[in-house]
């Protein structure tokens, strides 16, 4: 028996572009520099500055299965500094390009410089950015339902 597939994921397939896109993003995300823990904090960190219920808990389950710490998860999942000074400038600079909408202060980009980050991570957090943002939108679009795996992760704005 295969595996229940994530009620987003059903959601997204109701529309083949959106899916496409989807499936397109997902795979160029993967081709980045990013460690795949980079790329966690880089989803989070985008789903919760697009307060997308479904995939805070999504990434959260993700980040949980990886028995990562649970104090960095806190921190992701309430918008807060991050314990590890690396991720925190990934995360700064992810937060402040998607406020910016692109724009990112220069305090910001020398602190992810500083941090051993390089112009083309910078570049390769657009990639990251999009592929959340298209799963953010398409869920506040046509929500799908909260997973049974994913109940224990539920996560509300500001809570």
Request: aromatic residues 6%; glycine residues 6%.
């Amino acid at each position: 028996m295969s595996p229940k597939q994530p009620n987003l994921m059903t959601r997204l397939a109701e529309v083949p572009p959106l899916v496409t896109a989807f499936q397109s993003l997902m795979a160029a995300f993967g081709q980045t520099s990013f460690s795949p823990r980079e790329r966690e904090v880089i989803s989070t960190v985008v789903s919760v500055e697009n307060r997308c219920t479904y995939c805070v808990a999504f990434h959260t389950m993700l980040m949980s299965a990886a028995n990562e710490d649970g104090t960095l998860v806190a921190a992701l999942r309430g918008g807060g500094a991050l314990p590890d000074e690396r991720l925190d400038a990934l995360a700064a600079f992810v937060r402040a390009l998607v406020r910016g909408r692109g724009t990112v202060p220069a305090d910001v980009a020398l602190r992810f410089a500083a941090a051993g980050f390089t112009d083309a991570q910078a570049r390769e957090a657009i990639v990251g950015v999009a592929f959340q943002t298209l799963s953010n939108y398409a869920n506040h679009v046509a929500p799908a339902a909260l997973d049974e795996d994913l109940q224990p992760h539920r996560w509300s704005p500001g809570g």
